[in-house]
């Protein structure tokens, strides 16, 4: 049965301001694992296994270390000239994830750059993720790559399905996956149904957020979510589904009658 993942970068943010600080929170609203944005330049590895050792919780998912933010670096996967930073930035996550217990990473691809065409930065993302395969085998660690709609992040590269689709197949390992975000998926395709039943077979963990205010899936907007879990469900999907939204409430627990209404569990 799927299980839903606190995101602890979208949830909890009256706790505390940093990750660490929102564990006890999560797990006192029934959560047993989380998810999160890259944690390192607020709270040391070693703090956040401590924290989520104390609530009890695992975790799931770990975003990649992205660079600075400050100046609008999201990652380098395909950014072609940046393979030492990228390769440096997954060895720190690597090393942040192997402390705090995770063994699932999501890997930004970069900003679609004004001087580099689209295929030469395809090819650079291809490059990049085939070249640490063997070392996320060693590691016993899966990564993902997410499409993500150029509304909410405008100059993202991997914004497309079609992208992503292509990507992986060139990568051609089980080490590398698709994270699915219903929430992106609608805003990019739509065509819900019978994307996530032709994605099945790459979905390495998924996420969701109703369209288009990003609230919870039991708020008012356009995805039917008691459908979207049901398609999920019937194409064998078994993992974990993130908690990646705007809470309609301070107070969460209020927030998640949806999980057990929808059959899904903590």
Not at 69 to 78: K, N
Request: charged share 20%; hydrophobic share 40%; net charge negative.
């Amino acid at each position: 049965m799927m299980r839903v993942s606190a995101n602890l970068s979208w949830l909890f943010k009256d706790a505390g301001s940093s990750v660490a600080e929102r564990c006890m929170h999560a797990g006192a609203a029934g959560f047993k694992v989380v998810e999160s944005d890259w944690p390192g330049d607020a709270v040391s590895a070693d703090e956040l296994r401590a924290a989520l050792q104390d609530a009890g919780l695992q975790q799931v998912l770990l975003n990649c270390c992205q660079g600075d933010t400050s100046a609008g670096e999201c990652g380098f996967a395909a950014e072609p000239g940046q393979e030492r930073r990228f390769h440096d930035t997954l060895q720190e996550t690597l090393q942040y994830a192997a402390t705090i217990g995770c063994n699932k990473i999501h890997i930004l691809s970069g900003r679609k750059l004004e001087d580099s065409n689209t295929a030469a930065q395809e090819a650079t993302l291809i490059e990049n993720l085939r070249s640490i395969v063997p070392l996320l085998r060693q590691l016993d660690v899966t990564a993902v790559i997410e499409p993500i709609n150029p509304v909410s992040r405008p100059g993202y590269f991997l914004n497309s399905y079609d992208t992503a689709c292509r990507v992986l197949e060139a990568v051609g390992s089980d080490r590398v996956m698709l994270q699915l975000d219903v929430f992106h998926l609608q805003m990019i395709a739509g065509n819900i149904t019978n994307t996530i039943n032709k994605l099945a077979p790459i979905i390495g963990h998924v996420q969701v957020a109703q369209v288009p205010g990003r609230g919870e899936p039991s708020s008012d907007g356009e995805i039917n979510y008691p459908h979207v879990f049901t398609t999920l469900r019937n194409a064998g999907y078994t993992g974990f589904v993130g908690c990646e939204y705007k809470p309609s409430s301070s107070n969460i627990a209020d927030t998640l009658s949806w999980v057990s209404q929808y059959g899904l569990e903590f």
